[in-house]
């Protein structure tokens, strides 16, 4: 007699490990945090230190007597998502605020043109959500994944948000340009073309900045604080920051016309081979394509290899609705490409500088938390700044926002730890128990309700919590495991099944120690 295991069996299983191994890391978790240090740090994150600062604070009124011969309280290099946005958010608060950028015509990127949810409840604490508004951007529900002609639909745990709270996906030139006009736009705030080649040092203390402005003549700029968010490509990072940048991968960049994505309002992840390939609108007329090539070494431009591989390697593997606007966008020629880096933050504190941004901390772009990231580091830097009145003690100003880089970490290490995860559990193997997992993944997101709204509130952003993604992630791994066990386990079942459990491990664990152990699970104990 066959024995008939449906769904509903597999997810009580899997529910039960789930909730049995949460139970033991929550409370191995909790066991080992001090409650004392973390309702003290909580209530005021700098104690010792706002006490230095105390006798600057009046009222919230800010005044910057001795800021330097331009009267600047802040310099910003950089005018990309993060430059933009926290040069609205200071100006907004009384700052005055100089910003420097190479290029201020609009950007043409392939990659920050997705906004998460929790990206979008970040850029409106900010004030900033009218920014994408009359840029044609796009209402984004959730993500459908597709693998071996079968369409997995996930959305957004949304339910108890306003309407307007959801995913945006858009043209990223578009949405810098709104966002440095609406910055540009406040009395104290001046925006500069001109490329910085220098912090300005006196004895260890950074003064301001050396720049060439487009007519290449050489300038100073001063003032007791300067932000460095640059970008990737940051060319001062390595004063400011260890950097340690890996290139796992590479995207391949394609502007889709003339066709509708098979879900509507939703972004779709190809689980394809080698590695996944991302569909998302970024206008009502336009769709971008990414396709994801391991490693750093591509397949000739010049030469036609790169539009064989897309047109024999990347075509067959997409939906057919999709397909011969892929094909049609590789025959034109307008194909772009971008290297994938990941850098977790690695600060080193210096008095009168800050990092933020691409420039600190970069994690792969495949679930598209990089903005989330970068705003929401802007709420905490912002909250910090605020009750100072100005920040001319470069010493203690450098002691006081060591806590930024605690506030940050539960936040941008959830999303840095999912999106590096996801990365490598999404990108095909000849490792059975590998692609054992990846499946699991898939139909985990697939069986609705508390399951797949835990594993969207993580990737959206909502529900950035290091604890949750440690349980979802086992909670995945169990529920794969079990589906191999059932109805009947056999020696071959089980092996693989130990393998899966260990090869979830090898992925999470390492990239959890790049993160930070300390300041990710237990941050109120980390001085």
Same mark, same amino acid.
């Not at 925006?191 to 402005?213: D, K, P």
């Given at each position: 007699m066959e024995l008939i295991i449906d769904d509903q069996y597999y997810n009580i299983v899997g529910t039960f490990f789930a909730s049995v191994i949460g139970f033991l890391l929550l409370f191995f978790i909790l066991l080992r945090r001090n409650k004392r240090m973390i309702k003290k740090f909580t209530e005021n994150p700098s104690t010792k230190v706002y006490k230095i600062q105390n006798n600057n604070v009046q009222n919230g009124r800010h005044s910057s007597p001795q800021n330097g011969s331009n009267g600047t309280d802040v310099i910003i290099v950089g005018a990309g998502v993060a430059g933009a946005a926290l040069a609205h958010t200071l100006g907004k608060d009384g700052r005055r605020v100089h910003v420097i950028e190479r290029d201020l015509t609009e950007p043409d990127r392939i990659v920050g043109e997705l906004l998460q949810p929790g990206g979008y409840l970040?850029?409106?604490?900010?004030?900033?959500?009218?920014?994408?508004?009359?840029?044609?951007?796009?209402?984004?529900?959730?993500?459908?994944?597709?693998?071996?002609?079968?369409?997995? /639909? $996930?959305? &957004?745990?949304?339910?108890?948000?306003?309407?307007? +709270?959801?995913? *945006?996906?858009?043209?990223?030139?578009?949405?810098?340009?709104?966002?440095?006009?609406?910055?540009?736009?406040?009395?104290?705030?001046?925006?500069?073309?001109?490329?910085? /080649? $220098?912090? &300005?040092?006196?004895?260890?203390?950074?003064?301001? +900045?050396?720049? *060439?402005?487009?007519?290449?003549?050489?300038?100073?700029?001063?003032?007791?604080?300067?932000?460095?968010?640059?970008?990737?490509?940051?060319n001062l990072r390595r004063s400011l920051c260890k950097a340690k940048v890996d290139i796992p991968s590479c995207f391949v960049g394609l502007m889709l016309e003339n066709c509708s994505l098979p879900v509507p309002n939703h972004g779709h992840v190809i689980l394809a081979e080698p590695s996944p390939i991302l569909f998302y609108p970024i206008s009502s007329t336009e769709i971008r394509c990414l396709v994801d090539v391991p490693g750093q070494k591509l397949p000739s431009l010049a030469n036609g290899e790169m539009a064989n591989y897309l047109k024999n390697k990347v075509a067959p593997q997409v939906p057919a609705e999709l397909r011969d606007a892929l094909i049609s966008s590789v025959e034109k020629g307008n194909i772009r490409t971008m290297k994938n880096r990941i850098m977790p933050a690695a600060p080193k504190p210096t008095p009168g500088a800050f990092l933020i941004g691409d420039a600190f901390n970069m994690r792969h772009p495949l679930t598209g938390g990089g903005m989330t990231v970068a705003l929401s580091d802007i709420v905490v830097l912002r909250n910090l700044l605020q009750p100072l009145q100005h920040f001319h003690d470069a010493a203690s100003l450098n002691t006081y926002l060591q806590s930024f880089y605690t506030l940050r970490k539960p936040v941008a290490s959830t999303i840095n730890t999912l999106a590096n995860t996801v990365y490598q559990v999404f990108s095909a193997s000849s490792d059975e128990a590998k692609e054992e997992m990846r499946q699991a993944t898939v139909d985990y997101l697939g069986l609705g309700g508390i399951y797949t709204a835990g594993a969207m509130g993580l990737l959206s952003g909502i529900n950035p919590s290091p604890l949750s993604l440690i349980c979802q992630f086992f909670a995945v791994a169990i529920y794969g495991v079990g589906r191999l066990l059932l109805p009947f386990p056999s020696p071959k079942r089980l092996w693989i099944g130990a393998k899966l459990i260990w090869g979830a491990s090898e992925i999470l664990l390492p990239i959890i120690k790049a993160e930070g152990v300390g300041q990710m699970f237990l941050p109120a104990t980390v001085t």
């Open positions: 970040k850029l409106a604490e900010l004030g900033l959500q009218d920014c994408l508004e009359e840029i044609d951007a796009q209402q984004l529900l959730g993500y459908a994944l597709f693998k071996n002609g079968k369409v997995t /639909t $996930s959305p &957004y745990p949304l339910e108890k948000f306003h309407t307007n +709270v959801a995913g *945006r996906s858009f043209h990223n030139g578009r949405f810098v340009q709104r966002m440095r006009h609406k910055a540009a736009a406040l009395p104290n705030v001046r925006m500069e073309q001109g490329t910085v /080649t $220098s912090l &300005y040092e006196e004895n260890g203390v950074v003064r301001g +900045v050396r720049y *060439r402005t487009k007519d290449d003549e050489e300038h100073q700029a001063y003032a007791p604080l300067t932000v460095v968010c640059d970008g990737c490509f940051s």
